[in-house]
């Protein structure tokens, strides 16, 4: 039985630290017979996951990106396509967020959360977008965005703002490309078990069981319930699904 993505090759930003989404994402898709790029701005990061997703039998490729960067993204397509000469998955995975009340929130944090959360989904994408045409066998582009992008959070001015971004800029791209096979939908994480969480919790423990407890299913998301909605909107099973959205967060949007 071969797998979900046997043979296709797939870019995951973002995807260095193995407690990540993006290692998570990169590892299972790896596992599905993937062909996997894994950068991240921590060379040393992605060369771990690299490294584990081969020592588990899989293949892939680390490299190092700065996502803000347009000719950091051309070096990188340049990279796949003299290694493989097409691009069939990207996962816009790269990301930060900065949370702080409006009045605390400066002009450089903003810019700094649009350029690594919306700005690098148009370059990554425009850049998929433009090598899988010119393949003309289709593909899948999936892109990060929060429940933040949904509804509104606070202290997530910036961060809402860029996801947001990320959701409706995912729908125009999927109306301009639909003719060419090229699928494009965001997945919304809620609260996930990363390592970022470990810091709330130690700062603030009971504030931090109230945020858990407020989820309807009583508990943050594992990174693989993200990899695997990725996995399904990069694999051929979600060929008839474009333009969409996927909630992934315990039921916290529905209240």
């Known amino acids: 039985m071969t797998g979900r ?3 296709k090759i797939a870019l995951v930003t973002g995807a260095g630290g193995l407690r990540g989404l993006g290692a998570a994402t990169a590892q299972r898709f790896a596992q599905e017979g993937a062909f996997v790029y894994v950068t991240d ?3 040393a990061g992605a060369g771990e ?3 584990a997703i081969e020592q588990a039998g899989g293949q892939a490729q680390a490299l190092a990106q700065d996502v803000t960067s347009e000719s950091s993204w051309d070096e990188i397509f340049a990279t796949i396509e003299r290694g493989h000469g097409r691009l069939d998955v990207l996962v816009n995975n790269a990301g930060i967020a900065i949370l702080k009340p409006l009045p ?3 002009a450089a944090d903003w810019e700094r959360q649009n350029k690594v959360n919306l700005d690098s989904v148009f370059f990554g994408t425009q850049r998929a977008v433009a090598l899988m045409r010119n393949v003309g066998q289709g593909g899948s582009i999936v892109n ?3 429940i933040a992008g949904i509804v509104g959070v606070t202290m997530c001015g910036a961060y809402a703002a860029a996801k947001g ?3 409706l800029f995912s729908k125009v791209v999927a109306m ?3 003719a060419d096979n090229i699928r494009c939908n965001s997945v919304h994480p809620g609260m996930i078990e990363t390592a970022m969480q470990d810091v709330a919790r130690r700062d603030n423990p009971e504030g931090f069981k109230q945020i858990v407890s407020a989820i309807p299913m009583q508990r943050m998301g594992s990174p693989l319930d993200i990899a695997n909605m990725n996995l399904f909107l990069a694999s051929d099973e979600s060929g008839y699904i474009t333009g969409c959205e996927f909630v992934v967060d315990g039921g916290s949007t529905a209240m």
Do not use: I, K, W
Request: glycine share 10%; net charge negative; charged share 30%.
């Open 5 to 7: 993505l046997e043979g």
């Open 41 to 43: 701005l921590d060379r």
């Open 49 to 51: 996951v690299a490294a």
């Open 104 to 106: 605390e929130l400066t």
């Open 144 to 146: 990060l965005s929060s």
């Open 165 to 167: 971004g990320v959701r």
């Open 176 to 178: 301009e490309c639909a």
